[in-house]
């Protein structure tokens, strides 16, 4: 009896130890990845899908695309 009121021990003391390290290890892993794993948009990207929605014309993006790439 003693032999299996060791084994029940060990593997609690494994998932007790187990699943605080699991958690810690998502968590930074989530922060390292980013908010939502989505890339970042950069200011080129809205100012093409402005364009693209005609929110602003040809000339406009023109002008913003030459001031961002300089």
Same mark, same amino acid.
């Given at each position: ?13 494994? %998932?007790?130890? %187990? ?13 390292? !990845? ?7 948009? @950069? !200011? ?17 993006? %023109?002008?913003?695309?030459?001031? %961002? @790439?300089?």
């Amino acid at each position: 009896m003693l032999g299996f009121e060791h084994y029940g021990m060990e593997w609690g003391m494994i %998932l007790i130890w %187990l699943i605080p390290v699991l958690l810690i290890a998502l968590v930074i892993r989530n922060v390292i !990845s980013g908010r939502d794993g989505k890339p970042e948009r @950069t !200011s080129l990207d809205i100012l093409e899908a402005r364009y693209a929605r005609g929110e602003i014309d040809r000339d406009a993006f %023109l002008k913003r695309r030459a001031d %961002l @790439t300089e």
